[in-house]
């Protein structure tokens, strides 16, 4: 497995405002991920972090509102733009470690409320 | 695309009793079956996995079980214990595909 660090682990943020969350992990990695879980709900994927270039989005999130940079092996960074409460979710970083394996590990999370 | 179910939604056990939960899935190309436990402030952990040509593993007191002919596979837990309070959420992975993950179960196991 890999250890998976995030920052910050929780904020409270002013609607309007951006957040940035970072994602750094001990060892390279092939994929990074990120996840949103909305409050008492499921995990759903975001984008796939793709290293040097833009990220992959899945269907209802868009680069503008959730603009992603990965610019090495180890690092990615999530940020929540324009943010409204209903952005208040637990944003998490994943990662898969090596080509052929299929394990997804995932970081602490990031805890955030828009007020 | 995959959709995943779980059920129950919620699960309360006595301890030292066995807990199930099981998840169906709707694409047979689906290849990979784990399974994450998830406690209060963290991130999900991935607790055991199976991939579709075995048809149950065993980790000491959790096991899964996978038929793929009805597309569903079960987490089996025996003498619970108060620390496996948590949630549980399952997912499957067709290759070349993102994880789709079910809703997830509240385990809840009194002392």
């Known amino acids: 497995s890999a250890v998976i660090s995030q920052k910050p682990s929780r904020d409270i943020c002013q609607r309007g405002t951006s957040l940035t969350i970072q994602c750094q992990v001990d060892s390279q990695v092939t994929m990074m991920f990120w996840y949103r879980q909305q409050p008492g709900q499921s995990l759903t994927l975001i984008a796939t972090a793709n290293q040097g270039s833009e990220a992959t989005y899945e269907s209802g999130f868009v680069i503008d509102k959730f603009p992603i940079s990965r610019p090495n092996l180890t690092f990615s960074t999530l940020t929540v733009s324009n943010m409204s409460p209903e952005d208040s979710s637990i944003y998490l970083c994943?990662?898969?470690?090596?080509?052929?394996?299929?394990?997804?590990?995932f970081g602490s999370g990031t805890q955030l409320s828009v007020l | 695309g995959e959709n995943v179910e779980q059920h129950p939604s919620t699960l309360s056990v006595q301890e030292g009793d066995s807990a199930v939960i099981k998840c169906t899935y709707s694409?047979?190309?689906?290849?990979?079956f784990p399974w994450y436990k998830q406690e209060l402030g963290k991130g999900p952990q991935l607790i055991i996995d199976?991939?579709?040509?075995?048809g149950e593993k065993k980790d000491q007191r959790i096991a899964v079980t996978l038929n793929k002919t009805a597309k569903h596979f079960s987490l089996h837990i025996t003498e619970t214990q108060p620390e496996d309070s948590a949630v549980y959420f399952c997912?499957?992975?067709?290759?070349?595909?993102?994880?789709?993950f079910g809703p997830g179960t509240r385990l809840s196991v009194l002392p």
């Open positions: 994943s990662v898969r470690t090596e080509v052929g394996n299929e394990k997804l590990f």
């Open positions: 997912a499957a992975r067709g290759y070349g595909q993102n994880f789709v």
């Open positions: 694409d047979s190309a689906s290849n990979y």
């Open positions: 199976i991939r579709s040509n075995v």
